[in-house]
């Protein structure tokens, strides 16, 4: 099992970015497929991001094409989701994940909050 801790949310004016991180500490997931998700009030939790182990593979949900980047940093054990023209219909909580495919998940952070503001 991989401890994920993800830092970065917080409040955000519209038309604004932010940077989430997603390390694991003490452990090295060089191997494993990383993921962004994100749940809002009342509604299921949906893929918003994946990159592969190498980091020349990266998937998109349409809500975020063009807007959100994923990168990974294998040195330093940590993942980044780079928003920008942040939209309140982002507003969720956002959560990191691990796991050995783009459809084997299982390991997941505890969560941060991401809130736009219109």
């Known amino acids: 099992q991989v401890q994920l801790v993800e830092s970065g949310g917080g409040l955000v004016q519209a038309g604004g970015s932010l940077r989430l991180s997603c390390a694991a500490p003490g452990r090295t997931f060089r191997s494993y497929v990383m993921g962004w998700f994100r749940q809002a009030p009342g509604k299921e939790r949906e893929f918003v991001a994946g990159i592969r182990w190498s980091g020349d593979s990266t998937y998109y949900a349409d809500s975020a094409k063009g807007r959100f980047t994923i990168s990974r940093d294998n040195a330093k054990n940590t993942v980044y989701l780079q928003m920008n023209s942040l939209k309140p219909e982002d507003t969720a909580i956002y959560y990191c994940?691990?796991?050995?495919?783009?459809?084997?998940?299982?390991?997941w952070g505890q969560g941060t909050q991401v809130t736009v503001s219109s």
């Open positions: 994940a691990a796991g050995p495919t783009m459809s084997g998940f299982k390991d």
